[in-house]
């Protein structure tokens, strides 16, 4: 179904080893992750892999010893930091400075070997333009969900609906149009520019790779193929398509695991917000509260830089004698190794941010989830997993430690979370068996390769 209008490979390609494909992810970690393993399964078909990095947030090559780095000079200093509330200024700057250093380091690998096909996030504005220029194939990969794409798809169609501007008044009400999102999903205006120039990446592309299974997002796929006729390979979830590993921007605290390690099964709440998630210091101490007085064991990732004005070196804001209340219950880290995290047999619910890639590795283990959406796609990615897919549910009555505390123990122990927890171990096992031999994330990763060595 997802691989429509693939092509057929050139007779006699079939020493991929000599086929390069050069992946360049954009530098923020939820879209790392993906390449990165994207990239491993590439390499296991036969492909010689080249990675392009910005100097900021590289990993380090030494990791991946099978593939090829190439460090772009993105022109920030090597201490550059942003402010994690505005995303789009790292973007801004980084689409800016990189054009020039992508062609000068694309036209240096040409004069070695040739490169069959670029594989681009689409969140980089300027890779259609220079793979033309250089007459290379590109595809690209859709780092978040095809229901959010499809959603950005509409939203010229959505404005001569009427639904913009939004009305705060109007928030809760149904989009019929698009089920089961309501009007405070919907993106707002002020980020129109940048989701318009990522659909004009993606459908100046000659395919999109996309972290999702058709079990799960068939709808979506079909109707974006629809408006976009191009190959679209669904070969998700990635991570478990690829060998394990995780390519992690910061060190991963292993101490999660063996503390994991003496806690009963599906007794651990694990709570993580991402990568990019900032909280205010009152939220903070609410969820402090909320989690010590649920009485449920929980791991919390608190990443260094994730409470509004507060760095580093500060000590965290919680309440006095905190740490004395929740003795073993609790363990807060700074990051772990959540894909591991969330295969633990002691974790039974996921309080997440809802990014995508958090959801495709909650799926993938069978756990439910609380939902706290804060920007981006996570509020359609909210309401797919509360009222469409149902194995979730959204903390919708803000950030107050009662409410946090309901919503645990729901989650956790009531029946309620009981059903959402059954519904997705059924996901689970579509999910196992999409990326199996003969399933259709297997498939398309096929379709890909046969794809891949037709250029
Ligand atoms: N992650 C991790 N350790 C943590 C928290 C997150 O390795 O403590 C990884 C997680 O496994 C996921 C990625 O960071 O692959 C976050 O991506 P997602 O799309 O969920 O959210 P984003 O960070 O882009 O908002």
Not at 135 to 164: D, N, Q, W
């Amino acid at each position: 179904m997802s691989q429509r209008l693939a092509k057929v490979p050139k007779e006699g390609a079939t020493q991929q080893s000599k086929i390069r494909l050069v992946l360049f992810p954009l530098p923020l970690q939820g879209h790392i992750t993906p390449m990165f393993h994207l990239a491993t399964l590439l390499h296991s078909k036969g492909f010689s892999i080249t990675i392009t990095q910005t100097k900021y947030k590289s990993l380090d090559p030494t990791l991946f010893p099978h593939f090829t780095f190439h460090l772009l000079d993105d022109g920030l200093p090597d201490n550059a930091t942003f402010d994690p509330n505005n995303h789009t200024m790292i973007l801004d700057t980084l689409n800016t400075n990189c054009s020039e250093p992508f062609r000068n380091c694309l036209t240096q690998i040409l004069s070695k070997e040739p490169i069959a096909c670029l594989i681009t996030d689409p969140m980089w504005s300027f890779t259609k333009s220079v793979a033309s220029s250089l007459s290379l194939p590109r595809i690209v990969l859709r780092c978040a969900s095809m229901s959010t794409f499809y959603v950005y798809h509409s939203l010229p169609f959505l404005r001569e609906k009427g639904y913009y501007p939004l009305q705060e008044t109007k928030s809760d009400e149904p989009v019929p149009e698009l089920p089961p999102l309501k009007v405070k999903d919907l993106p707002p205006e002020a980020k129109h520019n940048l989701l318009v120039d990522i659909i004009t990446e993606m459908e100046n592309s000659q395919g999109i790779i996309c972290n999702t299974f058709e079990e799960l997002e068939d709808f979506y796929i079909t109707r974006v193929h629809q408006v976009l006729p191009i190959p679209i390979f669904a070969v998700g979830p990635i991570h478990k398509n690829s060998p394990s590993f995780q390519a992690s921007i910061w060190t991963q605290d292993h101490t999660s695991i063996s503390w994991l390690d003496t806690q009963a099964p599906k007794s651990v709440l694990y709570v993580s917000f991402g990568s990019m998630v900032q909280v205010s210091k009152a939220d903070f101490v609410e969820i402090a509260c909320g989690l010590a007085n649920s009485k449920q064991p929980f791991l919390w990732v608190v990443r260094h830089g994730s409470i509004e004005g507060s760095d580093e070196i500060d000590p965290l804001p919680l309440p006095e004698g905190y740490l004395d209340t929740i003795g073993q219950r609790g363990n807060i880290v700074n990051w772990a190794p959540q894909q591991e995290v969330l295969a633990h047999p002691a974790v039974g619910g996921f309080w997440t941010h809802c990014g995508w890639n958090s959801i495709m590795e909650s799926i993938s283990e069978g756990v439910p989830m609380l939902c706290l959406p804060f920007f981006a796609d996570q509020n359609i990615n909210t309401r797919h997993i509360s009222d469409h897919w149902r194995i979730g549910m959204e903390l919708d009555k803000g950030v107050k430690r009662g409410e946090i505390e309901r919503a645990i123990r729901k989650l956790m122990v009531e029946e309620e979370g009981e059903t959402m927890r059954n519904r997705i171990t059924a996901l689970k096992e579509k999910a196992t068996l999409s990326v199996m031999e003969g399933g259709s994330s297997y498939k398309s990763l096929e379709n890909l390769t046969n794809y891949l060595l037709s250029f």
